[in-house]
């Protein structure tokens, strides 16, 4: 079945089965690999994407549900040449070991910080308690986070990647 | 002058009732003990007592989630409005420092402050009056030796004229009888140690009872079913929609884990309750659990007989198996509208096989599916199951950002179809929708305990 889909900005049609996981179809048809297949169950958080604004996990969301909806994945964060804050913040807090978990986080921490820039300690665990990292760097995340919301403030954004992502 | 005298004779009626409800309502104040938080408990009754307050789940409605403990505060909504639960700890002004054991036994027999309030019975005195003195001994004990916390309690807020306390004294008139529970001959030891607990303390029935409008327990329906924190309390009689009928043993395993293979986890308001139970005896659990079976009765021949399939099909010592990336998900069973939905995003863990308490329970056996209410079943599928803090515990993602109102009553009116034989519900996308917006209030919190979860993270509070 033919399905529309508007990812990180750009309208996109693919030729999919209706129930296939937005996971399989990121990674597969669209060639876009920052999320991650940890464990399918919804249980892990690596496959997790912004939809809508909201933080959704990709590996049990059917393609069919996305029609008309607005999917921001990693890549939509930025470039390698124009980081934007939650990866610059990320990179300068040397946040990754590893990094299958990562993409995952930053898309969980760009779905807080849309909400609210100035999250506290308690938010950010809030709103990544589903989010796993093998390697055990969360320290280095929450502080990441923390500098995304600066460097957000700083440069005056309202949230997040508004605007480029919706 | 005929007028003057009938009115004069009606006032004096009037006055001489109220005197005489005043009469009534009127309790006296228990005078302030300056020992009273200082007094040395043995540590015994100390422990004791904290196995009791696990039972009464004293905690839960005594705690705002994230504050200290017994500190009281928490807001618990009524049909009659908003009231605050009070500060237990033996803080001397904000909670119960100066609080005699005379006080605290009076609170628990009669619903009387010390100050002499008549107490609201969201306080379930209509079941602690049942607490035997000595229970009460330990558990004022435990109390009055927790960390004092300052904390002011907050107004309530309730429709006029509630806040007249001593409207309260005609409620107990009406409904609350004071006393102590007399044990059945008739029945077991066992069995009469789980009613003491299940009844009294334990207050099951505060949830699990339908209460009328005046907010009273319907005694002719116990256990029939009830509500709690925007959660369905399920019938635990012989109207118990559970697709494999409890029987005593399994009820233990669920009270003593929070979990059992052919029911499911524990969650909402019960998860509390499960959680606090481990601090009690297996002896004491299994006498609940004989207690409460035996008001279940014997299921009919054909729900047995469904059981029988069904603990062939799903019970102990199947093959585990997870998902891989290169399943690809199995096509949908029919053309429902629901049915693309729960292929891609329940059934695969909630078909995998995985054993619970962490794969998904196959609905051919889940309660919230069979059950006449599908508030549960939506509470979940909106907000999930908030995993715990460092340790193992269910957990599922909510699907309140995936899926639009229309597409949660899709799939659940498909999922009631497919796996029970009850009628459809009515009205679920607009129960979805209040739901989810918060008009129909529900908590959901982490399972692992109320001290460390200061968050409702279900729907947007206010
Ligand atoms: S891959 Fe989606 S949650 Fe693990
Ligand atoms: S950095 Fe390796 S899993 Fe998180």
Redesign the pocket.
Known sequence: MAISLKVNGEDKRIDADPATPLLYVLRDDLALNGAKYGCGLGQCGSCMVVVNGEAVLSCMTPVMLMEGREITTVEGLGTIEEPGPLQQAFIEMQA???????PG?MMSAHALLRRNANPSDEDIRQALGTN????G?HMRIMAAIRRAGELMQAAGLPAAGEGRTG | MRIIRAFSFLLTLLLVAAVAFLFVAWRSEIPVDEQAASAAHPPELVAKGAQLAAVGNCIACHTVPGKPAFSGGLAVPTPFGTIHSTNITPDPETGIGHWSEAAFERAMREGVDRDGNHLYPAFPYDHFTWVTPEDNKALYAFLMTRQPVKAETPDNSLTFPLEFRPLLAGWKLLFFRKGQLQPDPGQSAEWNRGRYLSEGLGHCGACHTPRNSLGAEDVERHFAGGEAEGWQAYAIDENSKAPVPWDAESLAFYLRNGWHELHGVSRGPMAEVTGNLSLLPDSDIAAISIYVASLMGEPSPERLQKAEQLRAQFGGGRIIQASDSQTPPAPAASDHPGAAIYQAACATCHESGRQQPFGGLNFALSTAVHAPNPQNVVNVTLFGLPPADGKASAVMPGFAAMLTDRQIADLLAYMREQFSDEAAWQDLEAQVANTRSGKYHVAVRPSDGIERAPHNVGAKEE
């Open positions: 990754a070991q590893c990094g299958y978990c990562i986080m796993l990292c093998r390697c760097t």
